[in-house]
């Protein structure tokens, strides 16, 4: 069944069950299950994979793939230990996660075809080592939101509430609404019932403790010495940036001296989320003045 782009739906349900029954899902090798990848878009277009950020999903790109697949072929994969993943093997670090990926990367993208990689937050953490182990295919690698200098062990970031096992969604609710607040968004109206939704079925499913790994400097060293060409996008508001956006600059001039810096006005973490529209908007140009 063939639909158009953008999808227009008019509950946030309606959508979501939209949006995955027209996915293609691949399954690739993860400890001893598998991975679970969705693609949207003309198979024939140019790949470009979204790599969610920690306790989240392939929907954390849910404002997002409908944009993207009406010029392109679009993957977001559900990382091990994260939505429908299975779980990767033993205590996972950042290199063991990225060659899941890289792996199953050479299943769903084959004959040696280049791809751009796109990683939020914890995704982008890892999208450095995959595009070394990828050097030859990567096209690009764009960093959105990630702490590359390591996640602040300081401030809103880490003043997050523990949801008490066993307590009813309605009880839940208002606890994850708050986290949301303080961690992913500049406006507390962001949050909406697309984001309440998509972050209580993700918290509900995520086994992966990514915190630990995003506190170190892997980001920042793995991009070191890559070939293809680096971006980045960041919200002005981002909490979770060590020690700051201008450190964060800084890092990134001297990793790539002439990589694209953005940064969004009144905007948080979730800057693909939180500002939709300009990040649709954005996104393409980058892919393209880098082609």
Same mark, same amino acid.
């Given at each position: 069944?063939?639909?158009?782009?953008?999808?227009?739906?008019?509950?946030?349900? %309606?959508?979501?069950?939209?949006?995955?029954?027209?996915? /293609?899902?691949?399954?690739?090798?993860?400890?001893?299950?598998?991975?679970? +990848?969705?693609? +949207?878009?003309?198979?024939?277009?140019? =790949?470009?994979?979204? !790599?969610?950020?920690?306790?989240? =999903? +392939?929907?954390?790109?849910? /404002?997002? &793939?409908?944009?993207?697949?009406?010029?392109?072929?679009?993957?977001?994969?559900?990382?091990?230990?994260?939505?429908?993943?299975? *779980?990767?093997?033993?205590?996972?670090?950042?290199?063991?996660?990225?060659?899941?990926?890289?792996?199953?990367?050479?299943?769903?993208?084959?004959?040696?075809?280049?791809?751009?990689?796109?990683?939020?937050?914890?995704?982008?953490?890892?999208?450095?080592?995959?595009?070394?182990?990828?050097?030859? /295919?990567?096209?690009?690698?764009?960093?959105?939101?990630?702490?590359?200098?390591?996640?602040?062990? #300081?401030?809103?970031?880490?003043?997050?509430?523990?949801?008490?096992?066993?307590?009813?969604? %309605?009880?839940?609710?208002?606890?994850?609404?708050?986290?949301?607040?303080? @961690?992913?968004?500049?406006?507390?109206?962001?949050?909406?019932? @697309?984001?309440?939704? !998509?972050?209580?079925?993700?918290?509900?499913?995520?086994?992966?403790?990514? $915190?630990? &790994?995003? $506190? $170190?400097?892997?980001?920042?060293?793995?991009?070191?010495?890559? #070939?293809?060409?680096?971006?980045?996008?960041?919200?002005?508001?981002?909490? #979770? !940036?060590?020690? *700051?956006?201008?450190?964060? $600059?800084?890092?990134?001039? %001297?990793?790539?001296?002439?990589?694209?810096?953005?940064?969004?006005?009144?905007?948080?973490? +979730?800057?693909?989320?939180?500002?939709?529209?300009?990040?649709?908007?954005?996104?393409?140009?980058?892919?393209?003045?880098?082609?």
């Amino acid at each position: 069944m063939t639909f158009r782009y953008p999808l227009q739906m008019n509950t946030t349900k %309606e959508f979501l069950d939209k949006l995955r029954d027209v996915a /293609r899902v691949h399954l690739t090798p993860c400890g001893e299950g598998e991975m679970i +990848w969705r693609a +949207w878009g003309n198979p024939d277009a140019s =790949a470009i994979v979204l !790599l969610h950020g920690g306790f989240g =999903a +392939w929907n954390h790109w849910v /404002r997002n &793939i409908n944009a993207l697949a009406a010029d392109h072929h679009v993957f977001a994969p559900d990382l091990p230990g994260c939505g429908d993943s299975d *779980d990767p093997p033993g205590t996972p670090d950042a290199e063991c996660l990225a060659k899941i990926l890289s792996d199953g990367l050479d299943r769903i993208i084959p004959d040696d075809a280049p791809f751009d990689l796109v990683g939020f937050s914890f995704g982008g953490l890892l999208a450095g080592p995959i595009a070394r182990a990828q050097m030859l /295919r990567a096209r690009s690698v764009t960093i959105v939101g990630t702490p590359i200098l390591g996640l602040t062990t #300081t401030g809103p970031a880490n003043a997050l509430q523990p949801v008490p096992a066993g307590f009813a969604p %309605e009880d839940a609710a208002p606890i994850y609404r708050r986290n949301l607040e303080k @961690l992913m968004v500049h406006d507390p109206g962001a949050v909406d019932e @697309l984001a309440m939704t !998509l972050h209580m079925a993700n918290m509900a499913k995520n086994r992966l403790r990514s $915190r630990g &790994i995003a $506190r $170190r400097t892997i980001a920042a060293d793995s991009m070191r010495g890559l #070939t293809c060409p680096l971006g980045f996008v960041y919200g002005d508001g981002d909490v #979770t !940036l060590d020690p *700051d956006l201008d450190a964060v $600059r800084a890092a990134a001039s %001297e990793i790539q001296p002439d990589a694209p810096f953005r940064v969004f006005a009144d905007t948080g973490h +979730w800057v693909q989320y939180e500002a939709a529209d300009a990040f649709n908007a954005l996104l393409p140009t980058l892919l393209s003045a880098r082609a």
